[in-house]
Antibody, heavy 118, light 110 residues
Framework: EVKLVESGGGLVQPGESLRLSCAAS????????MTWVRQAPGKGLQWVAN????????YYLDSLRGRFTISRDNANNSLHLQINSLRADDTAVYYC???????????WGQGILVIVSS | QSVLTQPPSASGTPGQRVTISCSGG????????VCWYQQFPGMAPKLLIY???QRPSGVPDRFSGSKSGTSASLAISGLRSDDEADYYC???????????FGGGTKLTVL
């Protein structure tokens, strides 16, 4: 069974940094692109970033580039998202998702809530 | 405002057929596959359609997808009360080099 479990969220102050993690199991992690998607409270889905199987390609939503860094550890089947200089509008549920060949996201984690507030 | 445009709401009665549109451009829908997701409140999204019109295993054939030029549609036939959810289209954008989601459509079953 494919399983994705996010961790690392919580309440943080504006300007701080946070590292989200996603533990993957039930499939060969190193064979797939992986993606982060977020959803602000009461809002729609927003694509954040994705990373190629071997980490040689990483793409970001343009408005987030520079503050967000996606990375992966194939040896430990984990995906990460480093977020720096957190702002109130980064408050959202962050999902990790598996991305097969054609760009769709076929399995999602349950999501982790990040609240940025003083 | 999303690059992929969906109507914010749609509705139908049980048994009816409803369609949800998704309008984009040449750099996204016009040149890449479209997929659709279903999301219930408080839950993670679920893949409903991939590669424009393919259904993952377990998705009923009441759900179908289509694409023409820079637009795509999701059709739900034999509408049921448990289809009431938010629906999102998505596609890669070659110009932006990022993924895109539509703004989402809230489906109400009357």
């Amino acid at each position: 069974e494919v399983k994705l479990v996010e961790s690392g969220g919580g309440l943080v102050q504006p300007g701080e940094s946070l590292r989200l993690s996603c533990a993957a199991s039930g499939f060969t992690f190193s064979n797939y692109y992986m993606t982060w998607v977020r959803q602000a409270p009461g809002k729609g889905l927003q694509w954040v970033a994705n990373i190629r199987q071997d980490s040689t390609q990483r793409y970001y939503l343009d408005s987030l580039r520079g503050r967000f860094t996606i990375s992966r550890d194939n040896a430990n089947n984990s995906l990460h998202l480093q977020i720096n200089s957190l702002r109130a509008d980064d408050t959202a549920v962050y999902y990790c998702a598996r991305q097969p060949v054609y760009g769709d996201l076929d399995h999602w984690g349950q999501g982790i809530l990040v609240i940025v507030s003083s | 405002q999303s690059v992929l445009t969906q109507p914010p709401s749609a509705s139908g009665t049980p048994g009816q057929r409803v369609t949800i549109s998704c309008s984009g451009g040449s750099s996204n829908i016009g040149s890449n596959y479209v997929c659709w997701y279903q999301q219930f409140p408080g839950m993670a999204p679920k893949l409903l359609i991939y590669r424009n019109n393919q259904r993952p295993s377990g998705v009923p054939d009441r759900f179908s997808g289509s694409k023409s030029g820079t637009s795509a549609s999701l059709a739900i036939s034999g509408l049921r009360s448990d289809d009431e959810a938010d629906y999102y289209c998505a596609a890669w954008d070659d110009r932006l080099t990022s993924g895109l989601f539509g703004g989402g459509t809230k489906l109400t079953v009357l």
